[in-house]
């Protein structure tokens, strides 16, 4: 066969043990939260399926639990229970059907555990907790160790059983085994402690015991943090001698270097890096654990992950050498199609990860199943269908009013469905609130989201009129109204009858804001901390007031961390539980709120102090407000963010 004339690494195929796959795209495994009753379920068949179609060589299938004390939640998958063995085999016949390949992954969490669920302890290597709020681990015995060995072994077997095509053995992002293996979380005094020796035994015990279990025939590898980004962790020198000394020790047939540990510190925020990050963070990693395999007598097959969107950069990557196989989590998220997108020379129709860790990240950190900003169907495969495959029977003149990322998905996806769409804004571009975005480096991956949108718009035919007003009457001759209008900024104001500053005036005119810029956080959102960053950036003196005790305190831990040392790199000076209680004179004056008494009292030249959005309503052009009864969705309903506004965007459209 010859090469594809533009993506030639990526699209040989590639033998891994025993496994033959299609291309060397792999999506690495992910907490989904799909699970049921800690079983995977119809919505992991779809979900998988999908990706398998969408042409990806290889799937992981996320952290599958090897003992009860790992459970933590019921989305929490088990592998031990015989029940599954059924429910894994109908997963893996579906992506075989789809020309792809399947591994499971097998894993402790360890101290991560939240124990109320199964009611047992969190368990460890010691009793160092993994971030500040979290309880003291249990201290594993030597019998418990020697049980969640045969525990790994065990869940193996029942995945081979079940057809699963391989297996992968965390050994990564602060898990258990990762535990054993660091200096930071293993304090322990006896074979399992202290010298690196000791601290391999656990992890070595178990990959033996797995290799023993399935046999040489079988695919076996390891998943591994290549640097803990973590005082006193595992670096990267470190994991290149414990590597080398795996897979000398054990046939492994693979190895996927990722980094970071599951730690409540800066490292979490790198293991799925958000669009603050670049590629090029994290691919030295990989680099320097294949240059120490080479050494080895038998080479493993090397992946690589993190921050990989685009067919482009897997292909960059493959062609250096240094890996056989490159990851994409997140991009499959947002597009299962991606690869054979790729493949078919129609790139610019991916709908692109951004990098947002809103939908999938964000809602992993609230326990809630996965979604995506960008695709609002992920996870929702077989209820919502890709759009070539349930296009309606029934076509309607739809009318779409508001150019947002909410109206543009509305637009664009009752038009894949089938119907007549039109489009009106009334500003002379399209995007709403998050243009303002692109003013911002650190958030300027919304711009290739906006982009996308709109030339989806224009490849599925949606007529758009920009500068187009519409009032309470629009909409006569159209069969389906859907508003998506979005809400008017507001901002504080103060008793003494002063108005402070929306983020939208802030950002229209940087220039006027004078050197000492405060801003005021009571959104919660990324909106307040991202404008205090980019001004930083602009190497203004940034005050931060934190009401609630922490700015972006809606954002996860899983970007949080890495904001938070942005800021304080960049020294923005953050002042908790304090609220904004006068600006005069150039004199800012706050009210400490847990005393209930005057608090700090500073210089600023401006006050950024935004306050929720208030939603818009279309009034007839007589002035009188007349809300139709029309469809309703993004910021018009509610300010929220854009995760809500397409995702509702998206079923509305559905809906008609």
Known sequence: MAPHPRYPHVFTPLTIGTTQVRNRIFMPAHTTNYGENNLPSERHLAYHRARAAGGVGLSIFEGIRVHRSSL?????????????????????????????????????????????????????????PWAATAPPPHPMTEEEIALVVQGHADVAANLI??????????????????????????MRGDAYGGSLENRMRFPLDTLRAVRARIGRERTLGIRISADEYLPGGLTLDDMTAIVTQLVTAVQVDFVNVSHSAYHGSYTVSTQMADMAFRIQDFQPLTTAISTALDAVAHKPVVMTACRYQQIAQAEEMLATGSADMIGMARAHIADPEIVTKARMGRDAETTPCIGC????????????????????????EADWPTPALARTGTVKNVLVIGGGPGGMEAAATAAELGHTV?????????????????????????????????????????????????????GQGYDAVIQAIGAVPRAQTLTSGAQMLTLEAALD?????????????????????????????????VTLVAPTGSPGWTISMYSGFALRQRLRNK??????????????????????LSLGETGARFAADSVIA??????????????????LNRLAVGDCQSARTALEAIYEGHEAARDL
Do not use: Y
């Open 72 to 128: 933590g939640r019921q989305q929490g998958l088990n592998g031990f229970d015989p029940a599954c063995i059924p429910r894994f085999a109908r997963i893996a016949d579906a992506v075989r059907s789809e020309g792809g390949r399947l591994f499971g992954q097998i894993i402790h969490l360890g101290r991560h555990i939240d124990g109320n669920f199964a009611r047992t302890p969190a368990w460890s290597a010691s009793d160092i």
């Open 161 to 186: 059983d079940a057809g699963l095509d391989g297996i992968e053995l965390t050994m990564s992002h602060g898990h258990l085994l990762q535990q054993f293996l660091s200096p930071a979380s293993n």
């Open 357 to 380: 860790n809103q939908g999938c990240a964000g809602m992993l950190a609230l326990n809630l199943a996965i979604t995506c900003l960008s695709n609002p169907a992920a996870g929702r």
């Open 422 to 474: 039109t489009l009106v804004e009334q500003s002379d571009s399209l995007g709403g609130a998050l243009l303002w975005t692109s003013r911002m480096p650190l958030r300027g991956e919304f711009a290739t989201l906006l982009s996308s949108q709109q030339a989806r718009l224009r490849r599925v035919g949606v007529a758009v009129h920009l500068n187009t007003a519409a009032d309470a009457t629009t």
């Open 509 to 541: 005119a940087p220039d006027l804001l004078g050197q000492n810029v405060t801003l005021v956080d009571t959104l919660g959102t990324w909106s307040v901390v991202s404008v205090a960053e980019w001004l930083a950036d602009l190497g203004k003196t």
């Open 571 to 592: 020294r923005v000076r953050v002042i908790p539980g304090q609220a904004l209680a006068d600006f005069a004179d150039g004199m800012v004056q706050l009210t400490d």
């Open 610 to 627: 935004p306050l929720p959005a208030r939603p818009m309503a279309l009034t007839r052009q007589d002035g009188m407000n007349n809300p």
